[in-house]
Each structure stands twice: as C-alpha cells, then as structure tokens.
C-alpha cells in the first residue's frame, strides 16, 4: 500500500520552479539603484547632524573614503537578498506583497538597531532615524522589486512563434 508522501517528498517538493533570471536582474539593479539613493540621502544628507552629535563613532572623510568599496558591497547584498526573499517567496510579484515582505525585513532591522543603541552610546534621535529610515528603504524597494518581478496574468498565454510567410 503507498501512502501520499510516505517517501519523504511531496509531489509540490518535486516541481521544479525556475526564477525568471532577466526580471530578477532587472529587479535587482532597481533595488540597488533606490537603496544605495535612499542611503545616500536619508542616511548621508538627512541625519548628517545627528550623526554629528557623536562624531566618535564615525570614521574620518578619509577614511570612510578607504571602506567605501564596503558600504556599495553591503548595499547589494540588502538589494540581492531583498530581491531573492520577493523571488523565492512571493513568485507571483505584486508591489504590495512584495513592501509587505519588505517591511517585515526592516523590522528585523529594527531589532538590530535596537541592539546597537544599546552597546553603542547612539542618541534616541539617530536610532529613531535609522528605524524610520530602515522602514521606508525596505518597504518602498520591496515594493520596486514586486512591480518589476511580477508573473504574467493568469489568463495570458505565451506561444513561441515561428518565421512567418507571406506576410
């Protein structure tokens, strides 16, 4: 007698699912085009004076400049990521599930910020700045990232065509 799944897979494990590589792509490189704009303004411009106020904390103009490599390298990843979790776990797209996703990530974050306030001597004004800003990076790239990845209509069908003749 066989029992449904008595081997230890289910027929949905078996299926195969295949990311749309060029939308993923193209998905990606938005995500990191806003993300790393977004840092730039609301982290580098908007919260400068905050940052100001514990200058101790943050590496020299100099020096920041020898880890700026760092800085792009750690947006592609929040952009990479971001993009796979929306892929992998909202396969149909959408710019609302996809922000929703989004703003989950940026409360994870926000927990992160949390624990860095509390071994850092960080002031409420910057990590307030830092949650506030996580949840709008988060939420609108989830978003850009579920308009751009986003499955076909249901009701649209793709057909492969040949050469046409005599047209």
Known sequence: MKVPGASGFNKKSQQRHFMNWKKFF?????????????????????????????????????????????LVFGHIVMALFLTLLCARFVPAGGAGPCAMLGLLVALIYAGADMITFAVQPLTTKILWGWIVGD????TIAGAIIGALYKAAPAHVTFVKEGPRQGV
């Open 26 to 70: 193209i998905a990606f490189i938005a995500a990191f085009g806003f993300i790393f704009l977004f840092g730039f303004l609301w982290y580098g411009k908007l919260m400068h004076g905050a940052h100001q106020e514990v200058p101790t904390l943050w590496r020299t103009e100099a020096d920041f400049g020898n880890h700026f490599s760092s």
């Open 135 to 138: 949840l709008i990076q988060f």
